[in-house]
């Protein structure tokens, strides 16, 4: 059983914390953002708290809180702090050994550091990686960089979350040439609440893929070269 799971966009503001909560529901797990950068209105934790319904001890305290809304390492320069990746290296344990939920900051090649990307932290960690990805025109692009930059460093991925109007095409071309799977779709939802989000996860996905499933192991040629 996979007991941490790591939750990475194709972008920021793509959806990773929406589907955090509704994860983290349906696990009944607890929730880690390692970096918040941006303090003004609702944090990633104070949002996966109000959508997963979640308990204040499962929401677990950010590493680094960061003022400004950037890329970490800046926000990090901005504040007169430098990010200390060992203070990362290790994963927190949760209440009771519940199933931990960890959303990045912004996509795989965010700086944390001016030598150091969130996907040198992911590739250190070996933890699977869920890629949450839009549907929208633009989408192949950004979603088959990042399953080739998991796979370069050899990092687990348990498949692509999409979110948004159903793009059938876009979906499969993704996961097929990317050498991955298909988790399902989180639909755009007009109001969102924890029931709300919780009953479109429960239609969109099955909880057993992210507890029960081994990740797919990165092929080594995903996409062979044409002939
Ligand atoms: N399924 C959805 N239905 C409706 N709104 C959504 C959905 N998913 C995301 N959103 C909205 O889109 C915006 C961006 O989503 P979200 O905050 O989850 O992105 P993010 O990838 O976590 O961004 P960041 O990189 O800042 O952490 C938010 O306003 C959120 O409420
Ligand atoms: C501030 C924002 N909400 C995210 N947490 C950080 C996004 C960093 C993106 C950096 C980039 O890719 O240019
Ligand atoms: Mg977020």
Known sequence: MSATIVVTGTDTGIGKTVFSAALVSALGGAYWKPVQAGLSGPTDSETVRRLAAADRENILPETYRLKTPASPHLAAERDGIEIDVETLSAV????????????????????????????????????????????????????????????????????????????????????????????????????????????????????????????????????????
Request: charged letters at 15%.
């Open 92 to 227: 927190p344990a949760t209440p009771g050994g519940t199933p931990l939920v960890i959303e990045g900051a912004g996509g795989l090649m965010v700086p944390l550091r001016r030598d150091y990307l969130q996907l040198d932290l992911y590739a250190h960690w070996q933890l699977p990686v869920v890629l949450v990805a839009s549907t929208r025109l633009g989408t192949i692009n950004h979603s088959l960089l990042s399953i080739e930059a998991l796979q370069r460093r050899g990092v687990p991925l348990l498949g692509v979350a999409f979110i948004g109007d159903s793009m059938s095409d876009s979906e499969n071309t993704i996961v097929t040439m990317g050498g991955t799977r298909r988790l399902g779709r989180l639909p755009h939802l007009d109001e969102l609440s924890p029931a709300s989000l919780s009953a479109a996860f429960a239609a969109n996905f099955r909880t057993v893929d992210f507890i029960a499933a081994a990740p797919v192991a990165p092929p080594s040629s995903a996409h062979p070269s044409a002939p």
